[in-house]
């Protein structure tokens, strides 16, 4: 065994030793005796550690470096932490033994200061230049011989353990008797009382009486599974019954069916039937409403677990997460680590991927969409090649014609909803007037109380942004350089100008969307209630544009944003209450500040949504009369967001309100909202429009929703197909941070032949023209969840002649998107409606529970209910501090055969979390449809959010431009795009391939294929450009102390002291009290790394020294010197470079672990 484990640890040759114990080892060997005597049964036992530790040593005279200095390092933290428990146990005074400071010491805990004997070899070299080591070691083996451990056998009985249970018990009913009746501390005492009772009776039980109780129990077990035999068998009867009920409800049905062809447009019995086929179809679905959720053919699991080393892993705050736990929990004095990984949206409570609006007036000039521009009909695959796997045979039902008549307040059946008086429908009456009344969700979460100058970043609580407030409707001057500060205490928005006027100011109550803008990175807009116009604002930098937005959308009435890192242990949500104390200033002033704030944060990054999906042809005729036969296609109150789309419109319900107002107050106008509706556009009473989408969610949901948007497309024309053939309408909208797109597409197949390849192209083409979210990248993959719909008019629909789904997998249309298995409801139909959807791979998830069409409704028509996890809006200005991070790609190639020559190629790439987004750079030509790029021709991209759990779930999207040659105006157009989820690529410190499909109007054209490497980089652009670097040079670390002068009593500056001026002389940047020297920078590795430049200081326009000034050192900041200044510091910069981006990444990561390493040994 000795030699199995001495074989697993780990060992390193360094200067010292050849074979240098790397690591620990711990033999525990436990020996247990029982010995009995009728029912005395009497245990001894006895625990051996044989331990073997490492040796300490200096890195100096190791020579180690890398891995072997952090296992080094390592190895001292926990020598340190075993000298400290055995320096306080040798005291013997009654202090508070750190032994939960080690793995070590928490192991030895009983060895050292337990019950126990203990004996220590200390192995010592004789050679000189070891004396300090010697000496060391004999001190910790001095001060170990000074514990003092009293030692007993450790022996008990059931009788002793029998007579401390009484005892127990005992005390546990006093207090159970004092005990206020009905609270939670009686009940627990109640259940204390019962487990001691029971352990107490197993205790006084012989051998005998156990084998009989055993005997018992297995009698009993037996018949218990006996019992559910038969409850099973029941069952399956009961599901054998309710097999042959709903055929027979079935057959009823096509009855009714039958009867209804046989009937006038007019007969008034029509109407009844509808009715009783819809009582029937929803007491059919009901069970299946508990049953579990179909599984998604094409819907990756989203697994968010971080599967780096615990090397890879962001500094946390260990003394911020004791405050809130502390806050959550003040009962627990233990602490336990925050798992900031377990992000797994299926057990997910409730649960970033910006894709925001677009106004077609700010699309960039040079960019243009031109429908003919590229063609794909040449370059379809044929269809035959990949035949349609064979459905259902079809079957024929002949169409209803009774007319139908709007719904009627007093149609609507009352006995779904409670009883209401008089006076809450005149209240649910005035609140449907009113508008979006907010309600907030009703949550149960724990609360955290915790002072401002606790919270991280806590400057951020009343900060001023610089900004250009951009009013494109101006008529002297557009663009006015602004200050909007924002202030939690006083909960408002203010608009200031250069002096520190306040012109204005906006409440945060009234803020109801945060917009950043898709082609500048450094544009924001704001939407508030009661606002004349929303407010157009461009910072300074995308980071300042990213912090204002965390803390615009944490202002934001009823907002949860994702925060692991403030999240109590063993919570999942948190509401957290920070108290006005102080904060801190950039210039190192304290600002006293007064009140309180709130806001909501959780750890989990996905909200999980219901949204109901359904569309249906009103052939021209009337909506449905009769609410029973709404219910069996639409569910009344059960969903959170539905989203309806019709087609075939009479003309008379364009341009007006009739159709929303309808749906909502099926649902009920006291719970549920009219987002948008396409009907009451006036635009829309021109005679070729008849397809509406309407958008509804509940009134507690008005919070999640933002960017809606929706328009009807006219008609398309193709070869091949009839000037009213295609026709659509669409809508998007962002729930959280998801974008969702929907398409519905009117196409009717009104006999003879069909040309698919024209109508195909049709599809495609009135598709790529919604102008939703950002148009600089394709449809198919400008939304994180996109839905097309309708009946498409292909033929052959669910039969092996299907060529819709022939062109699908040809790769003609809507590529990569997936449709359910469909029910016969749906199947049977001619010329059905049908759901298809896509999401983007890894980083989204969209869950399908039901697929199914009513056949109460003489229309088609067609239902989907989906689980989308949509992700929250990333919190980091308050979380954990993370080292920056950059992303480097290799050489990238673009090719495919639908890919058409194009010159002046360019490959854009954006994230909205990107600094200077978009990013372009030119690609060269390597034949007619094949583009690369290589080297230092492809820029670095550098994220403004850092956190590695924030970026694994984000993705970025790439658009090739280009002139085709043939074009007259040359403007660059969208040739193809493609979405990469950064889910398994960016993985710190490891350069991972990928490929990446391109799509141009949600076809598959290509493919792009990189490699990409995540890592640590230098954060601050501005120190590298005041130390003196100029151009684009990469794998560089700026290294930096302070120089302090304090003012002598004969007026000369000369350096401080720590002692009398708490302020070395030369010191570190984040610590005036750390002596740090200009000398004591050394490169890593001086035959592979190198100084770009010499020391230099920072400097000012008002100091060409670059001095600043203060009354106190740590405060000396002020750019101008007065008269009562006392102090002044500057800033010493030199960088140096790295022979590549690992090397940086792997120097970053081994300083990061040295100082939480050297902060967790001062706590």
Request: charged share 25%.
């Amino acid at each position: 065994m000795v030699v199995v484990g001495n074989k697993m640890r780990t060992t390193g040759a360094t200067q010292m030793n050849m074979e240098s114990s790397r690591s620990h080892g711990i033999l525990t060997i436990r020996v247990t005796q029982t010995t009995k005597s009728g029912a005395l049964v009497t245990t001894r036992r006895s625990l051996m550690n044989l331990v073997d530790l490492a040796g300490s040593e200096r890195a100096d005279k190791t020579g180690a470096t890398g891995t072997r200095l952090t296992e080094g390092s390592n190895i001292n933290k926990s020598l340190s932490a075993l000298g400290l428990v055995i320096n306080l146990l040798a005291e013997g005074k009654d202090k508070h033994i750190p032994y939960r400071d080690s793995m070590l010491t928490w192991i030895l805990k009983d060895t050292l200061g337990g019950n126990s004997m203990t004996t220590m070899l200390a192995t010592v070299s004789p050679a000189s230049n070891n004396y300090e080591e010697t000496m060391g070691t004999l001190r910790y083996a001095e001060c170990a011989k000074k514990i003092k451990n009293k030692a007993v056998v450790n022996e008990s009985n059931n009788s002793e353990v029998i007579a401390n249970l009484q005892k127990e018990i005992q005390e546990l009913k006093d207090k159970l008797q004092r005990a206020a009746p009905g609270t939670k501390e009686k009940e627990d005492l109640a259940d204390e009382v019962a487990m001691s009772e029971t352990v107490q009776h197993n205790l006084g039980m012989s051998i005998s009486e156990r084998k009989a109780e055993t005997k018992t129990l297995m009698v009993e077990r037996e018949k218990n599974i006996e019992d559910l035999r038969a409850k099973l068998d029941e069952q399956d009867g009961e599901l054998s019954q309710l097999r042959l009920v709903n055929r027979a409800k079935d057959k009823k049905i096509q009855d009714l069916l039958a009867r209804l062809t046989s009937l006038a447009d007019s007969d008034n019995s029509a109407e009844a039937i509808r009715e009783e086929i819809a009582k029937l179809e929803i007491e059919t679905s009901a069970p299946s409403t508990a049953s579990a959720p179909l599984k998604a053919k094409k819907s990756a699991d989203i697994d968010t677990t971080d599967d780096r080393s615990e090397k890879a892993r962001p500094a946390a705050i260990p003394s911020l997460q004791k405050k809130i736990d502390h806050a959550a929990h003040p009962e627990d004095n233990e602490e336990e680590d925050i798992n900031i990984d377990d992000v797994d949206p299926e057990v997910a409570d409730e649960d970033d991927m910006d894709l925001d609006d677009i106004d077609l007036d700010d699309l960039e000039g040079d960019v243009e969409l031109d429908e003919d521009d590229i063609d794909l009909d040449d370059l379809e695959a044929d269809p035959e090649d990949e035949a349609a796997e064979p459905l259902k045979k079809e079957v024929e039902v002949t169409k209803p014609s009774q007319e139908a008549v709007m719904i009627k307040d007093d149609d609507i059946r009352r006995d779904e909803e409670p009883a209401q008086t008089p006076q809450t429908q005149q209240q649910q009456q005035l609140q449907a007037a009113a508008g979006p009344a907010v309600m907030p969700p009703s949550t149960n979460v724990p609360s955290i109380r915790m002072k401002s100058h606790d919270l991280p970043n806590n400057r951020f609580l009343q900060e001023a942004f610089r900004v250009v407030k951009i009013d494109e409707e101006a008529l002297i001057s557009s663009r006015k350089e602004r200050v909007w500060s924002i202030d939690f205490f006083n909960k408002k928005f203010a608009n200031l100008d250069l002096t520190g006027y306040e012109s204005f100011s906006q409440p945060a109550a009234n803020l109801y969307r945060v917009e950043k803008h898709p082609h500048n990175s450094q544009r924001l807009t704001l939407y508030f209630f009661e606002a004349a116009h929303p407010y157009d604002l461009q910072f300074t930098s995308t980071e300042r544009r990213q912090r204002f937005f965390e803390l615009a959308m944490l202002l934001r009435r009823n907002s949860v944003m994702w925060c692991p890192s403030l999240i109590p242990t063993n919570e999942t949500d948190a509401n957290v209450a920070v108290v006005g104390t102080s904060i801190e200033r950039p210039n190192g002033k304290v600002l006293r500040v007064k009140g309180e704030v709130s806001f909501s944060v959780a750890r989990m990054p996905y909200e999980v949504i219901d949204l109901w999906y359904g569309c249906m042809s009103l052939m021209n005729k009337p909506l449905p009369r009769s609410a029973t036969v709404l219910s069996s296609f639409m569910p009344k109150a059960v969903h959170e967001v539905y989203i309806v789309g019709l087609t075939d419109v009479p003309s008379s319900y364009m341009g007006t309100t009739e159709i929303s107002d309808y749906f909502v107050n099926f649902l009920g106008p006291s719970l549920f909202f009219v987002l948008t509706s396409t009907a009451s556009a006036p635009a829309v009473t021109k005679k070729d429009v008849n397809n509406v989408f309407v958008v509804i969610c509940r009134r507690s949901f008005i919070v999640r929703m933002s960017h809606l948007e929706a328009t009807d497309i006219n008609s398309v024309r193709k070869e091949g197909t009839t000037a009213s053939d295609v026709s659509a309408v669409g809508c998007s909208l962002r729930i959280n941070e998801a974008t969702i797109g929907c398409v519905l597409i009117n196409s009717a197949n009104k006999g003879g032949a069909v040309d698919a390849s024209a109508r195909a192209a049709a599809v495609r083409g009135i598709m790529s023209n919604f102008p939703f979210g950002d148009t600089s990248i394709d449809i198919g993959v400008r939304f994180d969840y996109f839905i097309v719909s309708g009946a498409m008019g292909f033929g052959g629909d669910f039969s092996s002649e299907d060529m819709l789904l022939k062109q699908i997998k040809a790769g003609n249309v809507m590529s990569d998107m997936v449709e359910e298995s469909a029910p016969s409801t749906i199947t049977s139909r001619h010329n059905p409606m049908r759901i298809f959807y896509s999401v983007r791979p890894r980083s989204c998830r969209m869950d399908p529970r039901s697929y199914s069409s009513t056949r109460a409704l003489e229309c088609g028509n067609v239902t989907a209910n989906f689980d989308v996890f949509c992700q929250r809006a990333f919190l980091s200005t308050f979380g954990a501090k993370t080292l920056a991070t950059k992303i480097i790609f290799g050489n990238f190639l673009l090719g495919g055969q639908r890919i058409p020559h194009v010159n002046n190629p360019e490959l854009q790439i954006t994230a909205d979390w990107l600094d200077a987004a978009p990013v372009s750079f030119k690609l060269k030509a390597s034949d007619e449809s094949t583009y690369f790029a290589t080297g230092k021709e492809i820029p670095v991209l550098n994220p403004v959010v850092h956190s590695s759990d924030f970026l694994r779930l984000q993705h970025l999207d790439f658009t090739l431009y280009g002139v085709l040659p043939t074009a007259k105006d040359k403007k660059k157009i969208i040739i193809a795009s493609g979405s990469l989820s950064l889910k398994n690529v960016a993985s710190l410190g490891a350069i991972v391939e990928f490929t990446v499909p391109l799509y141009y109007r949600g076809c598959n054209v290509g493919t792009l294929q990189s490699d990409i490497l995540h890592v640590f980089s230098e954060s601050q652009t501005a120190d590298l450009e005041c130390a003196g670097v100029v151009g684009s040079e990469r794998n560089t670390h700026v290294v930096a102390c302070v120089e302090t002068q304090t003012i002598n009593p004969q007026g000369n500056w000369v350096p401080t002291s720590a002692g009398a001026d708490l302020a070395c002389d030369w010191s570190a940047v984040d610590d005036l009290s750390r002596p740090t020297r200009k000398e004591d920078f050394k490169l890593p590795d001086e035959h592979t790394w190198k100084w770009l430049t010499a020391w230099r200081h920072d400097y000012t326009k008002a100091d060409a020294e670059g001095w600043g000034y203060g009354l106190v050192a740590q405060n000396a900041v002020e750019v101008k010197r007065k008269k009562e200044h006392k102090y002044r510091r500057r800033r010493w910069l030199r960088v140096m470079q790295g022979p590549g981006p690992i090397e940086v990444h792997r120097y970053l990561q081994e300083q990061n672990d040295r100082a939480v390493a050297e902060a967790s040994a001062k706590q």
